[in-house]
């Protein structure tokens, strides 16, 4: 099995393909950091489906998906912007947790697992 | 590798079957929000055990579980039916942190993944 | 596909092997708990460089890590250490957030996914 990996810095990558399964780096807002929750996940998801599409899938193959809220009560908000992304009858499996994230002006960040084939 | 979701509705799906591999959604205690954390454990660990048969494995093909507990301090009384729960020989990898979860009645919340095969 | 487990214990097993792919528990620093986050970091990423090679493969290979700290300022502190260990061109994915971990002794937690080839 082959191992490729996207976007790779020192740090991390941020995503990783190892045979017919992608990994993503937990993905932070970057144009839209200490904006709504809304926003920030609009964002997120925007450069979810760019990871996807650059590992050679998309978003209808989506295995499971870990979100981290730094206040869990906009749990409403970021599904409302999360159950209009995902594509009806093939919604990954997902755990939504509150945890700080590294930086205050993150406060929505997810990571995913998908299939590449 | 084909792609099998179990109880798909708009947000998530409770289970993904990829290839050899079956991921969980994180389950909260579907019965006994509100009540012990142990009986929010036996909860969980009994849906877990439906999910992974109806995927067509079970609890001695675990691979990996992340536990969130909203309170740390509840670490030994969950542990105590985790503990009974797993099978001898045969227990997966594991982390165990503090997050908040979605509802304040829900006090665990646990996701796995395991082998089909 | 097999499932190897390695250092299986009661509660769970230290690491994983599942097909291709290692995964291993949280690891925390069990040399260094109550030392500094630099230290624990350094003690639990000798620990994963252990598990990995008991599984047969090491940390060129690894796919996916999430890390835990119990206060997230140390962010900075971990990543020193974090950086220099990371081989150049082979960062894995990587998610870091906040959650207290078991024990306050304990103020960094890190688990990895790994290939076997």
């Given at each position: ?21 992608v ?64 594509p009806?009858?093939?919604?990954p ?25």
């Open positions: 099995m082959t191992i490729k990996r996207i976007q790779t810095q020192t740090r991390m990558s941020q995503a990783v393909v190892h045979g017919n399964t990994y993503t780096a937990g993905q932070v807002a970057q144009s839209a950091g200490g904006e709504s929750v809304a926003n920030q996940t609009a964002n997120i998801l925007e450069q979810i489906d760019q990871l996807l599409a650059e590992a050679g899938t998309d978003k209808a193959k989506l295995i499971s998906a870990t979100i981290w809220l730094s206040d869990i009560t906009t749990f409403g908000e970021m599904n409302e912007v999360w159950d209009a992304w995902v009806e009858g093939q919604a499996c997902r755990a939504c947790v509150e945890s700080k994230l590294a930086l205050p002006k993150f406060t929505v960040e997810i990571m995913v697992i998908a299939a590449l084939d």
